[in-house]
């Protein structure tokens, strides 16, 4: 029943959050001859395998840290309250956070440029890849882990913060970079 939900969850999610902004991204780039085209996508891809991969290792290290500090707690009055282990903790939500939005982002820029040089293949294959890893790792964060469900000590507010970021936000980073993009189009064309 699990991987029908994730079906379901990852098919709805995905055409929402990636593909429709993605064919809507594609629309508002405008294509531009750029010359050694192919050594600027090489460099790019270089950087965007690497932040891939960062991404799946801090994750990878993020599910563990928190599966081992919220496995023996007791959710009382809905949430339960993460008390162990706090320095690891707060360095991989940190560093997560930074490489999510990082990744994001660079995702973003990627994509355009090879929108802009008719790589149009290619930058959806990009975008794809980074919404296939935010989808998963958004679903296990909620529905395996149940981090909803929990936070820090009252006191941990930056650390609460984070979580909740990580939590709500990282999901809806590229769909909110190509709506600000397409809205500054208009302001572009006047």
Known sequence: MMYLGFALFFAFNFSLWFMLPSFLFK???K???IKRKDKVIKHDFIIYSTLTVLYIMIYLLYYRYFYIATKDIDISNGIGYITSNLGNLSLIL?????ISVAYGIFTFKFS???F?????????TVI??????????YFFSNSV????????????????LILNINNEFLLF???????????????EEK
């Not at 940190?94 to 930074?98: E, G």
């Not at 802009?116 to 959806?124: A, L, P």
């Not at 794809?128 to 790792?137: A, D, E, V």
């Not at 980073?173 to 302001?187: E, G, H, Q, Y």
């Open 112 to 114: 355009e440029k090879l």
């Open 94 to 98: 940190i560093f997560f956070t930074v």
């Open 116 to 124: 802009k040089v008719n790589e149009i293949n290619f930058g959806y």
């Open 27 to 29: 629309s508002i780039t």
């Open 173 to 187: 980073l590229f769909p909110f970079l190509v709506f600000a993009k397409f809205a500054l189009s208009f302001n």
């Open 31 to 33: 294509k531009k001859n």
């Open 145 to 160: 882990l149940l981090l909803t469900s929990y936070s820090f000590d009252l006191s941990q507010g930056f650390l609460n």
């Open 128 to 137: 794809s890849i980074y919404g296939f890893l935010s989808i998963l790792t």
